[in-house]
């Protein structure tokens, strides 16, 4: 006769650590394995590990030609402040207002690629010496989860020569590309701290009239790719109606909980990763971080996954919804610069635009407001900027949405897009735009 004797919980826990606790270090002990002209990989937007960076900052000193790399940065760039230039140096792949006026200056640089391109551009252009990552805290089989974000990170963590993480109890634990195990990281930094949230603002009425608008063209069963912003905020108002919906996106926030927790997207007629939402990073509020938290029902995917052309189009009815700074009577969509000046960045736009429309039933949108600066600029232009840096082409381009209407471009003539356009534009600047018109085309 044999008997089985049960190991105490406490003790199988301590037991099955996976070298945890031996590599639990301070800040300073981690990043002092960092070397001189060191590429670092940060995660972004949500999942910045800004306790490390902050640190990283403090021991400036020992560092010279350091560079950090990301995408989305929701927290000051302090690396990148005045003196900071011996030390280190920001390059990014996508300008936002913490690091828009470095970047303009001279003082950190930009980098245009393609969103789903950037796991590949980190790993064999730049290469990763050194990921910096938040994880959560490991579960009883030695798993921590990247939390929010998936996108170029989790290649980052599988590349990177050293992976320090901080371990941080705030972020939620989430299902797809984010699994990483003890073995794979070299350092934990154990430092709690609440995950920075970003608002959009408040939806104002030239938003909700672009968002009723956009919802003309939705349909129920279609697949959803939708940003932050007051115009994705006000479109989900407007398709409350809907059934059946899904969603595969670079990106989703606080707006699509409530269309999943009342079954308005449910991902039933997805051709891929059916019954499941998909994206490669949250931004947001507490709202959507609470609600990703052990929701298998969303997988945070690697962004060569989710912005992959060929991904895309395999979901039929794709809607793809994305933005632009202005237009000119081509088509041609400026949607990062002003000019020369570097605003935001190409991101995952025409990842999306080129997939809705390869898609089955897909429809590409852009949508915008039909004047800035108070009404006092049309957004819809005869002709660019010169040295405007074109983000989606004239020929990609399909549905164009503002407050005035819709405008459908693909296939036309440059003559009848010139005149749809004109037709959304905003009124007060209509006959300028006709002028020019009749100077451009005759």
């Given at each position: 006769m044999s008997f089985c004797v049960a190991v105490p919980r406490l003790i199988r826990s301590e037991i099955m650590d996976y070298g945890y606790s031996q590599k639990v270090v301070s800040a300073e002990e981690a990043l002092s394995h960092i070397k001189n002209g060191d590429q670092i990989i940060l995660a972004h937007a949500a999942a910045e590990p800004n306790y490390l960076v902050s640190k990283l900052v403090e021991l400036k000193e020992n560092y010279e030609g350091v560079e950090l790399s990301t995408v989305v940065t929701l927290n000051p760039c302090h690396y990148t402040a005045e003196g900071m230039a011996p030390h280190f140096r920001g390059n990014y792949f996508f300008s936002t207002g913490n690091n828009r006026d470095k970047i303009n200056a001279n003082f950190a640089d930009y980098s245009p690629v393609f969103f789903h391109d950037v796991p590949r551009v980190m790993r064999d252009c730049l290469g990763i010496d050194v990921a910096l990552v938040q994880v959560t805290p490991p579960d009883k089989h030695g798993w921590c989860s990247l939390?929010?974000?998936?996108?170029f990170t989790?290649?980052?963590?599988?590349?990177?020569?050293?992976?320090?993480?901080?371990?941080?109890k705030y972020l939620p634990r989430t299902f797809g590309d984010t699994s990483v195990h003890v073995r794979d990281i070299d350092f934990f930094v154990e430092h709690d701290e609440p995950m920075v949230e970003y608002s959009s603002g408040a939806v104002n009425d030239t938003a909700i009239a672009i968002g009723k608008n956009i919802a003309s063209l939705i349909k129920d069963g279609d697949v959803l790719q939708l940003g932050i912003g007051v115009i994705p905020d006000a479109t989900m108002m407007f398709i409350q109606d809907k059934k059946d919906l899904g969603l595969h996106s670079e990106m989703i926030?606080?707006?699509?909980?409530?269309?999943?927790?009342?079954?308005?997207?449910?991902?039933?007629?997805?051709?891929?990763?059916?019954?499941?939402?998909?994206?490669?990073?949250?931004?947001g509020s507490k709202k959507i971080y609470d609600f990703a938290d052990d929701n298998p029902s969303m997988l945070i995917k690697s962004v060569a996954y989710t912005?992959?052309?060929?991904?895309?189009?395999?979901?039929?009815?794709?809607?793809?919804?994305?933005?632009?700074?202005?237009?000119?009577?081509?088509?041609?969509?400026?949607?990062?610069?002003?000019?020369?000046?570097?605003?935001?960045?190409?991101g995952g736009q025409v990842d999306f635009v080129r997939g809705a429309n390869m898609s089955k039933g897909g429809r590409a949108i852009l949508a915008f407001p039909s004047t800035a600066a108070k009404d006092t600029?049309?957004?819809?232009?005869?002709?660019?900027?010169?040295?405007?840096?074109?983000?989606?082409?004239?020929?990609?381009?399909?549905?164009?949405?503002?407050?005035?209407?819709?405008?459908?471009?693909?296939?036309?003539?440059?003559?009848?897009?010139?005149?749809?356009?004109?037709?959304?534009?905003?009124?007060?600047?209509?006959?300028?735009l006709r002028f020019e018109f009749k100077k451009i085309f005759g």
């Open positions: 939390g929010p974000s998936a996108d989790s290649t980052a963590v599988e590349s990177a020569k050293l992976v320090i993480a901080q371990v941080n926030s606080d707006g699509v909980v409530d269309l999943m927790e009342k079954g308005i997207i449910n991902n039933s007629r997805k051709q891929l990763d059916r019954g499941k939402s998909v994206t490669c990073f949250l931004m912005n992959d052309v060929r991904i895309i189009a395999q979901q039929d009815n794709m809607v793809a919804i994305n933005s632009c700074i202005e237009m000119d009577l081509n088509g041609q969509a400026a949607s990062e610069s002003f000019g020369t000046r570097q605003f935001s960045g190409t600029v049309s957004r819809i232009v005869p002709v660019l900027k010169a040295g405007t840096f074109i983000t989606t082409s004239r020929n990609d381009v399909d549905y164009v949405v503002t407050e005035y209407g819709i405008a459908q471009l693909r296939g036309k003539k440059m003559r009848d897009r010139a005149e749809e356009l004109i037709s959304v534009a905003h009124p007060k600047f209509r006959d300028e």
